[in-house]
């Protein structure tokens, strides 16, 4: 894959991060605002929703009143009453977004474009503006392999604003000073949120994933019990063995180093065929929970990506 022809978002120079950068995304959120498409019918190729998690909530019950939809009559009152009687509906009006931002040592890599780690983070912006114009709130869980940073969600500007300047800061410094001993688990991460996260929230999971392990299946479902859950994967072109490049080349993930050759179609094709069985059982996991997964590429702007 080349990206001989592709320009840097404004401001963006694919590795470290800046506040300009990231607030760019601000003006990009209107265009998933009602009546546009959601952002999510784009990531997922369908156009069937107008708003992003946008939903009803239960008022209450009433006698059934000439007019009301049919498809809203509580059965079980009715049968109780011997009367008719109708739910009502009021449509939410704000909830709780919270997003998983992964910042441990395998986002910090990219081949052709930007690293993983720079484009989950405009993906994250985007989210947090959209939220936020939304009337939603937004908070975050950032993952830095150390620790897990908790910001709680707020409505205003300062939620969004606040996970930025975080992102920036961690990104950042984890630039300068790599860590090389074992990240906590992804268990820990899916565990914070099952505890932070108020019933209802919109938990979107933006990694890359390659530590979720089958084991985290159950939490996955504990989460998706009482909320909608996202999954969106960030990927590199030469994790699956797509490259121009046909030589000899030191590739390590900071524990094992190893040569690979590039020129090798075996090489390739094993890279190409792990990937691929890493996708089938994350999106077998989301199928299974009725998760949405969508994946977006390190190797071309987001922008570009989510227009088509």
Same mark, same amino acid.
């Given at each position: 894959?080349?990206?001989?022809?592709?320009?840097?978002?404004?401001?963006?120079?694919?590795? &470290?991060?800046? !506040?300009?950068?990231?607030?760019? %995304?601000?003006?990009?959120? @209107?265009?998933?605002?009602?009546? +546009?498409?959601? *952002?999510?019918?784009?990531?997922?190729?369908?156009?069937?929703?107008?708003?992003?998690?946008?939903?009803?909530?239960?008022?209450?019950?009433?006698?059934?009143?000439?007019?009301?939809?049919?498809?809203?009559?509580?059965?079980?009152?009715?049968?109780?009453?011997?009367?008719?009687?109708?739910?009502?509906?009021?449509?939410?009006?704000?909830?709780?977004?919270?997003?998983?931002?992964?910042? &441990?040592?395998? !986002?910090?890599?990219?081949?052709? %474009?930007?690293?993983?780690? @720079?484009?989950?983070?405009?993906? +994250?912006?985007? *989210?947090?503006?959209?939220?936020?114009?939304?009337?939603?709130?937004?908070?975050?869980?950032?993952?830095?392999?150390?620790?897990?940073?908790?910001?709680?969600?707020?409505?205003?500007?300062?939620?969004?604003?606040?996970?930025?300047?975080?992102?920036?800061?961690?990104?950042?410094?984890?630039?300068?000073?790599?860590?090389?001993?074992?990240?906590?688990?992804?268990?820990?991460?899916?565990? &914070?949120?099952?505890?932070?996260?108020?019933?209802?929230?919109?938990?979107?999971?933006?990694?890359?994933?390659?530590?979720?392990?089958?084991?985290?299946?159950?939490?996955?479902?504990?989460?998706?019990?009482?909320?909608?859950?996202?999954?969106?994967?960030?990927?590199?072109?030469?994790?699956?063995?797509?490259?121009?490049?046909?030589?000899?080349?030191?590739?390590?993930?900071?524990?094992?180093?190893?040569?690979?050759?590039?020129?090798?179609?075996?090489?390739?094709?094993?890279?190409?065929?792990?990937?691929?069985?890493?996708?089938?059982?994350?999106?077998?996991?989301?199928?299974?929970?009725?998760?949405?997964?969508?994946?977006?590429?390190?190797?071309?702007?987001?922008?570009?990506?989510?227009?088509?």
């Amino acid at each position: 894959m080349s990206n001989e022809t592709l320009t840097l978002p404004d401001y963006a120079n694919g590795v &470290t991060l800046c !506040l300009e950068e990231l607030l760019a %995304y601000k003006q990009q959120a @209107v265009r998933w605002l009602p009546p +546009a498409k959601s *952002l999510w019918a784009t990531v997922l190729g369908q156009h069937q929703s107008r708003q992003l998690g946008r939903g009803m909530d239960f008022a209450e019950v009433r006698q059934y009143q000439a007019g009301d939809d049919i498809r809203s009559i509580d059965w079980r009152v009715t049968a109780r009453t011997g009367k008719p009687h109708t739910k009502l509906f009021t449509e939410e009006k704000e909830k709780p977004v919270m997003l998983y931002i992964d910042l &441990t040592r395998s !986002l910090f890599f990219g081949s052709t %474009y930007l690293l993983k780690s @720079v484009q989950l983070a405009h993906m +994250a912006s985007l *989210l947090a503006w959209l939220s936020l114009a939304q009337k939603d709130r937004i908070g975050a869980v950032i993952d830095t392999g150390d620790a897990l940073l908790e910001l709680r969600p707020s409505n205003r500007n300062q939620g969004p604003l606040g996970i930025i300047q975080q992102l920036i800061t961690v990104h950042n410094q984890r630039l300068e000073q790599p860590h090389h001993q074992a990240p906590i688990s992804f268990e820990r991460a899916l565990t &914070t949120l099952n505890r932070l996260c108020p019933k209802g929230s919109e938990i979107i999971l933006l990694s890359d994933f390659t530590r979720f392990e089958p084991q985290h299946d159950a939490l996955i479902g504990q989460l998706r019990q009482h909320n909608r859950v996202r999954m969106v994967q960030f990927w590199d072109p030469l994790e699956h063995g797509t490259t121009n490049f046909r030589g000899v080349e030191q590739v390590s993930d900071s524990f094992t180093t190893q040569w690979l050759d590039f020129a090798s179609k075996q090489t390739r094709t094993v890279l190409a065929n792990s990937f691929q069985a890493r996708q089938d059982a994350l999106k077998s996991t989301a199928l299974s929970h009725g998760v949405s997964f969508s994946a977006i590429s390190s190797a071309s702007p987001l922008l570009q990506q989510l227009f088509g």
